[in-house]
Structures are given as C-alpha cells and as structure tokens.
C-alpha cells in the first residue's frame, strides 16, 4: 500500500514558477513508476509527466516538454514537479499517481494509487 500526499498549488501569474511536491508513504516507493496527471474543469484526467523507478528515465506530455522536469528521491520517499513558463491554460487539480507498470507513459488505467490533488491556478 502507498499513500501520496501532494502539497506546493497555489495560484500563480502566467509566466511564473511553481515546484510540487509528492510525499509518499510506504517502504516499496522505489518499486513504483512515479507520474504526475491533471485534471481542469470539465475536462478529463490526463497525464502530464513520469519518472521511473530508478529516476534515469522520464515521460512527458507533449503540452509540457521543455517547461516541466519531473524528478524523484527514493531515500526521502518523495516526487517533484517543477514547472517553469506558466500559463494559464495549465489551470488543473494536479494529482500524485504510482503505477506497478515500468513505462515512462503511464496510463491512468495503470495507476495503481493516486493522491488527493492539490491545486494549481495560473492567472492571466
């Protein structure tokens, strides 16, 4: 079992920075393909980044590269997100996902637990 605990949304201007964080509970934490899904208003949830076991290899959404970098610490338990060149239109609830499967693309019918979401909402 994991538990995910995202903190660091908030509201931001476009153009800026934000950094999540994922906590993460539970001693097989580096056994797990780390992501990062969004999800706006009436849309559907969707994936943004993943970093695997190891940390060596990381997946993107096309909408992200170059402005995102997902990375991971498996003695602390922990994943990030640092996300640069804000806009508006990345407004989302931004979620914490571990999945059994080693891809760096992970599919949300893969994830194996999810956290709780934390905010993230970019003004114009």
């Known amino acids: 079992q994991v538990q995910l605990v995202e903190s660091g949304g908030r509201l931001v201007q476009a153009g800026g920075s934000l950094r999540l964080s994922c906590a993460a509970s539970?001693?097989?934490?580096?056994?797990?393909?780390m992501a990062w899904f969004r999800q706006a208003p009436g849309k559907e949830r969707e994936f943004v980044a993943s970093?695997?076991?190891?940390?060596?290899?990381?997946g993107y959404a096309d909408s992200v590269k170059g402005r995102f970098t997902i990375s991971r610490d498996n003695a602390k338990n922990a994943m990030f997100l640092q996300m640069n060149s804000l806009k508006p239109e990345v407004t989302a609830v931004y979620y914490c996902?571990?999945?059994?499967?080693?891809?760096?693309?992970?599919?949300?019918?893969?994830?194996?637990?999810w956290g709780k979401g934390t905010q993230v909402t970019v003004s114009s």
């Open positions: 996902a571990a999945s059994i499967i080693h891809t760096t693309v992970v599919q949300t019918r893969n994830v194996n637990f």
């Open positions: 539970g001693r097989t934490f580096s056994s797990y393909t």
């Open positions: 970093i695997m076991w190891s940390g060596d290899s990381a």
